[in-house]
């Protein structure tokens, strides 16, 4: 190090303790870090007498304001903070102001805290929530008895690099109940997390209530009992009947409750493969009609939907139909992976359409198969996006990928235009270890540490910036095989979860992983107080 930087780093870091020392301020440590972060001098006091205004009265301002005094309700001593119109912020009160002129980043927000009081405005309201969410963030994490909130002057801009900012959730190889579901939601809006992808139907469980085809639910949502053990090795099974599903009541609610929070709904309806579940509640389904079960143990099946009948696609449009009316979501999962296609070179319906239809092979069948799924979806309004597998054979003409089998899928989308979701599994995949497997409760393999999701770069560097446009974002996806709890599920996802919530949000240069690990101590005391039960390995190093 030459002298001047020696020297330069010598004056910031006195200049940084002194600032601390005399002003006493309150440490900012917000995951996802914000994009800018100035501190003020002075502290300003939330108390039972402040009150929430908001520039206009609107299902959206009167939502963030009851998520912010539900909050200081549930986690602090405070009754509901009044709240009620002004035009202008009003001294010593809390102005949320939603103004499109302003002009301000999608989903962006400032927040500025004086002996004013705060301010938060966005151009529209998933800003003014993040904003809220930010705010939540600087309070004391926990403080149950206090009536009283010292918040630190400070001036924050903030907004994120990608659209897409997701955590999945398999509901299928162990149910979820609902109450999960929707805390699930709470702490992925509380980490700036805009996407659920809902993955609904599989093998093992079909999970969603088709009013049309009520076997699905009878039939496809009951095993009649699970693998102990390794997929790999055991041949063991527990003998307890395991099942569950969602009735469409409490779909709306998910998907209502997400609205609240500004969580997009993405639900995922498996197809061509992965859809035995499906296949043992209505046989016709597959090539060869069965009989088939609800599946017992983890893996890649060869019983799969038939792609010669016309009836799996009167079958596919008639749950679509009625998955679209659940969910107001622009982009639906259909699946697309890990489908062999042992059973379509036997069938001779499926060799019947390849002829027909001039395909090469069995892969440009699967693609057949997709872009039939496509052409409904547009032809009501929505978009398709499926695994990176929907690329072999040719990909529908406007369909989105989410890469998983590694980036390469998400480089060759966006090479040809299409929209693509990172979620490869050398770093995506929370269902991976995160510490020494001697250590852990079992797990389906990987090492995904904390250190290395933090690390992930969702922009391959081999796109140019025109091809870079199509990475919407980046996901993180939950396979439950060995989660059979709730607890377990949030042990494998958090941490990881807040990890991924700064590759997806914050600046790409600000990333630093000791700092972030500084934020993150204050975070989980966070977690603490709301009882998320989050792996410390990578903490208490
Ligand atoms: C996948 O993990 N099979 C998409
Ligand atoms: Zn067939």
């Not at 009951?222 to 409490?250: A, V």
């Not at 509640?281 to 009609?289: D, E």
């Not at 597998?389 to 235009?417: C, D, F, H, T, Y």
């Not at 079992?442 to 990475?471: D, H, M, N």
Request: glycine share 6%; proline share 5%; hydrophobic share 35%.
């Amino acid at each position: 190090m030459n002298y001047i930087k020696f020297m330069a780093l010598t004056i910031l870091a006195s200049i940084s303790i002194f600032g601390f020392t005399s002003s006493k301020e309150i440490e900012i440590n917000i995951i996802p870090k914000p994009i800018s972060v100035k501190i003020d001098q002075g502290q300003f006091v939330i108390d039972q007498k402040t009150r929430i205004f908001y520039n206009f009265e609107s299902n959206h301002t009167q939502n963030i304001a009851s998520a912010l005094n539900n909050h200081l309700k549930k986690f602090y001593s405070f009754e509901p903070l009044k709240g009620s119109f002004s035009k202008e912020a009003k001294k010593g009160s809390i102005f949320l102001k939603l103004d499109s002129a302003l002009k301000m980043p999608k989903e962006g927000y400032r927040i500025e805290i004086s002996n004013r009081g705060v301010t938060i405005e966005a151009s529209a309201p998933n800003g003014l929530f993040y904003g809220v969410q930010t705010l939540i963030q600087m309070m004391p994490p926990d403080a149950k008895k206090l009536n009283k909130i010292k918040l630190q002057m400070a001036q924050i801009v903030d907004y994120p690099r990608f659209d897409w900012r997701g955590l999945h959730l398999d509901v299928c190889r162990h149910f979820m109940p609902k109450e999960f579901v929707l805390k699930y939601i709470d702490y992925m809006s509380m980490h700036k997390l805009n996407t659920f992808h809902f993955h609904l139907t599989e093998d093992q469980g079909w999970r969603i209530e088709i009013k049309k085809y009520p076997l699905l639910t009878e039939v496809g949502s009951k095993r009649d009992e699970t693998l102990i053990g390794s997929g790999r090795s055991s041949n063991q099974y527990d003998g307890i009947p395991h099942s569950g599903f969602y009735t469409q009541e409490d779909i709306k609610e998910i998907v209502e409750y997400a609205a609240k929070r500004y969580v997009n709904v993405v639900p995922e309806i498996e197809m061509p493969g992965h859809a035995l579940a499906a296949l043992a509640s209505y046989p016709h389904l597959g090539c060869t009609s069965g009989p088939y079960k609800v599946a017992t143990r983890w893996g890649v099946f060869d019983d799969v939907m038939c792609a010669g009948k016309e009836s799996t696609f009167e079958f596919i449009e008639d749950v679509l139909e009625e998955v679209l009316a659940l969910f107001p979501s622009q982009y639906i999962h259909i699946g697309g992976d890990e489908c062999p296609k042992k059973r379509w070179i036997e069938c001779p319906l499926c060799q019947e359409r390849i002829k027909q239809e001039g395909l090469k092979d069995e892969h440009e069948l699967q693609s057949y198969f997709i872009q039939r799924a496509e052409r409904f979806l547009n032809s009501k309004g929505r978009k398709l996006i499926g695994w990176d597998e929907i690329l072999e054979g040719g990909l529908a003409p406007n369909a989105a990928v989410m890469s998983w089998r590694g980036v390469e899928g998400g480089i060759a989308a966006a090479k040809q235009s299409h929209y693509v979701v990172m979620t490869p599994g050398s770093h995506c995949y929370f269902d991976h270890y995160q510490a020494d497997p001697q250590t852990q409760p079992l797990a389906i393999g990987g090492f995904t540490p904390l250190e290395k999701i933090y690390s992930y770069e969702p922009v391959p560097e081999t796109l140019t910036q025109e091809e870079a446009r199509f990475i919407m974002g980046a996901q993180g996806n939950v396979w439950t095989e060995y989660m059979k709890t709730t607890s377990h599920v949030e042990f494998m996802v958090y941490p990881r979860a807040a990890a991924l919530s700064e590759v997806v949000w914050s600046a790409k240069g600000e990333r630093d992983y000791n700092e972030f690990l500084k934020r993150l101590r204050e975070q989980v005391k966070r977690y603490d107080v709301y009882g998320i039960n989050y792996s410390k390995a990578a903490i208490d190093k």
